[in-house]
């Protein structure tokens, strides 16, 4: 069973159990509003969330985002059932869209988003050049991406600039605050 979980952490961007039963910092919600806040969210705006966990993440988002849209993907459906529990007012609204997915073969239409932010989920990404360049692909010009680490994810902060230069964003930009850093960049 543990080696089964580790294949599918490394296949669909999930973090693994720690002994006892949690999940490392998936469900963050101190991390999620850390990162939603330094990113300009405006009520109509339409954001995607990769890897979204438990949906605390999507839950912030919808609040900002007041009279915008809201969609996540997230490759594992016990973690689509928890993150459908926690938004199910804002599902039935219809303002928010939950779909089981992976990262480097989006489900959207070109230029669908003012916003892609993905937090601890980057490095489970088996090609991550091909994940980014996805998002790339969704985003609006001038849109902004941001890619989070809680300090609990163990990442280094080295190379990911160059990645996401190589996936065609500019002005990649290190934030951060105490273990937990993120990357803001935007679409040309």
Partial sequence: MASMLSLFSRMFGRSQSRPGGTTVARGNGEAAAW????LDIRPTDRILEIGFGRGVGIQLL?????????????????MLGQATARNREAISSGRVRLELGSADRLPFADASFETVLAIDAMHHWPDRLAALREMRRVLKVAGRIAVAFSADAGQSKSGQAETLTAAGFMAPELVEKGGTFCWLATKP
């Avoid at 990162?35 to 330094?38: D, E, N």
Wanted: charge should be negative; hydrophobic fraction near 50%.
């Fill in 35 to 38: 990162v939603i806040g330094l």
């Fill in 62 to 78: 919808a609040e900002r985002a007041s009279a915008g849209r809201i969609s996540g993907i997230d490759a594992l459906p016990e």
